[in-house]
T-cell receptor, first 111, second 112 residues
Framework: DAKTTQPNSMESNEEEPVHLPCNHSTISGTDYIHWYRQLPSQGPEYVIHGLTSNVNNRMASLAIAEDRKSSTLILHRATLRDAAVYYC????????????FGQGTRLTINP | KAGVTQTPRYLIKTRGQQVTLSCSPI?????VSWYQQTPGQGLQFLFE???????NKGNFPGRFSGRQFSNSRSEMNVSTLELGDSALYLC???????????FGSGTRLTVV
């Protein structure tokens, strides 16, 4: 399983953009990069995933480095509801179908 | 559309008993996975089923087992409960390998 490194915690202000970094230097060429978040007292929630190109959806954007050893989850305009633990997970689509969760980044949003 | 449904939401059991947890995936999702979440170990993968077959199993003792039915609903069973089995058990489903997983709200198991 590829290892990931994320900051333990980050803090931002409401309505400002947030950039959550993730280092996954041991990722293999066929691993997708998945991001999930977990709000207090809830199960994890899928945010976004990508392979090589930058990806956008209604929740966030995912910027993937050209060498794929790092990625950044971008929340364009944070709200209080975005306060959660964010997990970056390399995911091998055609192998063991499992998500390996690390410690994640605890994001705090200030009003 | 309905999300992933887990029942029951809360459960209290005594050491040595066994427990069965249920998960109904999103309609059309054939892959169902189970995870255990504890404050000390975080989120850990238990097993994954696809079309009634267990494809992958995490590093848990044989007391933890599961199955998937033809309608994709899944159950997990823990026998001879230990205090350390107290955790939030989460089920997740996915329509296929190129998609993300949808998680349920979990079953909070307390072993006393």
């Amino acid at each position: 399983d590829a290892k990931t490194t994320q900051p333990n915690s980050m803090e931002s202000n409401e309505e400002e953009p947030v950039h959550l970094p993730c280092n996954h230097s041991t990722i293999s060429g066929t691993d997708y990069i998945h991001w999930y978040r977990q709000l207090p007292s809830q199960g994890p929630e899928y945010v976004i995933h990508g392979l090589t190109s930058n990806v956008n959806n209604r929740m966030a954007s995912l910027a993937i480095a050209e060498d794929r050893k790092s990625s950044t989850l971008i929340l364009h305009r944070a709200t209080l509801r975005d306060a959660a633990v964010y997990y970056c997970i390399p995911y091998f689509t055609w192998g063991a179908q499992k998500l390996v969760f690390g410690q994640g980044t605890r994001l705090t949003i200030n009003p | 559309k309905a999300g992933v449904t887990q029942t029951p939401r809360y459960l209290i059991k005594t050491r040595g008993q066994q427990v069965t947890l249920s998960c109904s995936p999103i309609s059309g999702h054939r892959s169902v996975s189970w995870y255990q979440q504890t404050p000390g170990q975080g989120l850990q993968f238990l097993f994954e089923y696809f079309s009634e077959t267990q494809r992958n199993k995490g590093n848990f003792p044989g007391r933890f087992s599961g199955r998937q039915f033809s309608n994709s609903r899944s159950e997990m069973n823990v026998s001879t409960l230990e205090l350390g089995d107290s955790a939030l058990y989460l089920c997740a489903s996915s329509p296929g390998p190129n998609y993300g997983y949808t998680f349920g709200s979990g079953t909070r198991l307390t072993v006393v």
